[in-house]
């Protein structure tokens, strides 16, 4: 026998650098349709280069975050339901950037498995891709790993990073004072945060992914998939046009926990509850779990995904702004003397 015959190769140990090269080939439109101003090289390189001045930032600060999707996932890779996997993982990450006051410039993402499917690889990453469109970043790198005995059969984990900018000295959240106005930015579902308590209630209610929705039209996973929204556009015009002192990017930890990260020493938040309707798939997770109204306040988003403190002087213009920008707002309380936040009301 040869060497060779008596060897192994890095395919038979279970990698396949082609189908790797493959999934670099097929995502590379999708990819170049993110490109924006900054962007020096495209995908395949050891490194991706970004110039901010180009992008037109004078003196600019960079901002960087990182997130993944979670157990989410798990729900997708049941069902098969990838498409959207994409936008929630890059929504993780801008949407905390733009807390900063940053404007996201571009997104590189880690995509792990122990056997590469390129057909499913495409999948997420053209909704990554998606999202990097939507939130006006540009994807300008990442990593697949193959590697065997890792994950189980059809699993995958995704992890993102992005990077901002400002000027400096533009940094949020600053200015932030007693009175001014919280307005609240509605979600689009669960987004990504909870679902281990969400499986864990679907489990409980005798529910699988198939099941139609207890809260809606199609399946309780279709349901349950609807991907993060994306608020970087909306939030950085109003960010832009004056007046607004914080943003809280409302994740795990729910209003309960975000809010005050971003509200100085001594001041915490006032919100009435009836200012807004907690929407279906939240009715039915808390009755169909039992979960009481706190749990629910601090584990999910309950249908405020962005919290903007804003001068009072400003929050009628800043509301219809963000109107204008497609968001539905409500005014939910305000800043005032004290630490964390205060309710009143109860969820409906």
Same mark, same amino acid.
């Given at each position: 026998?040869?060497?060779?015959?008596?060897?192994?190769?890095?395919?038979?140990? &279970?990698?396949?650098? /082609?189908?790797?090269?493959?999934?670099?080939?097929?995502?590379?439109?999708?990819?170049?349709?993110?490109?924006?101003?900054?962007?020096?090289?495209?995908?395949?390189?050891?490194?991706?280069?970004?110039?901010?001045?180009?992008? &037109?930032f004078q003196d600019p600060v960079l901002v960087a975050a990182t997130d993944?999707?979670?157990?989410? @996932?798990?729900?997708?890779?049941?069902? &098969?339901?990838?498409?959207?996997?994409?936008?929630?993982?890059?929504?993780?990450?801008?949407?905390?950037?733009?807390?900063?006051? *940053?404007?996201?410039?571009?997104?590189? /993402?880690?995509?792990?498995?122990?056997?590469?499917?390129? /057909?499913?690889?495409?999948?997420?990453?053209?909704?990554?891709?998606?999202?990097?469109? @939507?939130?006006?970043?540009?994807?300008?790198?990442?990593?697949?790993?193959?590697?065997?005995?890792?994950?189980?059969?059809?699993?995958?984990?995704?992890?993102?990073?992005?990077?901002?900018?400002?000027?400096?000295?533009?940094? @949020?959240?600053?200015?932030?004072?007693?009175? /001014?106005?919280?307005?609240?930015?509605?979600?689009?579902?669960?987004?990504?945060?909870?679902?281990?308590?969400?499986?864990?209630?679907?489990?409980?209610?005798?529910?699988?992914?198939?099941?139609?929705a207890p809260f809606g039209q199609g399946s309780l996973g279709e349901a349950?998939?609807?991907?993060?929204?994306?608020?970087?556009?909306?939030?950085?015009?109003?960010?832009?046009?004056?007046?607004?002192?914080?943003?809280?990017?409302?994740?795990?930890?729910?209003?309960?926990?975000?809010?005050?990260?971003?509200?100085?020493?001594?001041? &915490? *938040?006032?919100?009435?509850?009836?200012?807004?309707?907690?929407?279906?798939?939240?009715?039915?997770?808390?009755?169909?779990?039992?979960?009481?109204?706190?749990?629910?306040?601090?584990?999910?988003?309950?249908?405020?995904?962005?919290?903007?403190?804003?001068?009072?002087?400003?929050?009628?213009? @800043?509301?219809?702004?963000?109107?204008?920008?497609?968001?539905?707002?409500?005014?939910?309380?305000?800043?005032?003397?004290?630490?964390?936040?205060?309710?009143?009301?109860?969820?409906?």
């Amino acid at each position: 026998m040869t060497e060779r015959e008596n060897g192994l190769s890095y395919a038979e140990a &279970g990698v396949d650098i /082609d189908a790797g090269n493959a999934l670099v080939e097929r995502i590379k439109p999708a990819a170049a349709a993110t490109r924006r101003p900054g962007v020096m090289e495209g995908l395949g390189g050891f490194g991706a280069l970004f110039d901010p001045r180009a992008a &037109g930032f004078q003196d600019p600060v960079l901002v960087a975050a990182t997130d993944g999707v979670g157990t989410k @996932l798990r729900i997708g890779i049941d069902t &098969g339901e990838l498409d959207g996997l994409g936008i929630d993982l890059v929504a993780m990450c801008v949407n905390d950037l733009v807390c900063q006051g *940053a404007e996201p410039l571009f997104f590189l /993402d880690y995509f792990a498995t122990g056997k590469l499917s390129v /057909d499913e690889a495409t999948r997420v990453i053209n909704g990554i891709a998606e999202g990097c469109r @939507l939130s006006g970043c540009a994807l300008i790198g990442g990593e697949t790993a193959e590697m065997p005995g890792m994950y189980g059969k059809g699993d995958f984990d995704l992890a993102g990073f992005a990077v901002g900018a400002m000027e400096r000295g533009t940094a @949020l959240p600053a200015g932030v004072a007693e009175g /001014d106005v919280l307005l609240g930015l509605a979600s689009d579902g669960v987004h990504s945060n909870g679902f281990s308590l969400v499986r864990k209630v679907a489990e409980h209610a005798g529910l699988g992914w198939d099941s139609p929705a207890p809260f809606g039209q199609g399946s309780l996973g279709e349901a349950l998939l609807v991907p993060t929204r994306l608020y970087v556009r909306p939030v950085l015009a109003a960010i832009r046009a004056g007046g607004v002192h914080a943003a809280a990017h409302i994740t795990g930890g729910g209003i309960t926990e975000n809010l005050p990260r971003v509200l100085p020493k001594g001041l &915490g *938040a006032e919100i009435d509850l009836t200012r807004f309707a907690l929407p279906p798939v939240f009715a039915w997770l808390a009755e169909a779990g039992g979960i009481a109204e706190a749990e629910m306040l601090k584990t999910f988003n309950s249908g405020i995904g962005m919290i903007l403190a804003v001068a009072a002087d400003r929050a009628d213009a @800043l509301q219809a702004l963000l109107a204008d920008e497609g968001e539905t707002v409500h005014r939910l309380g305000h800043v005032a003397a004290g630490e964390g936040v205060r309710y009143s009301g109860s969820l409906r």
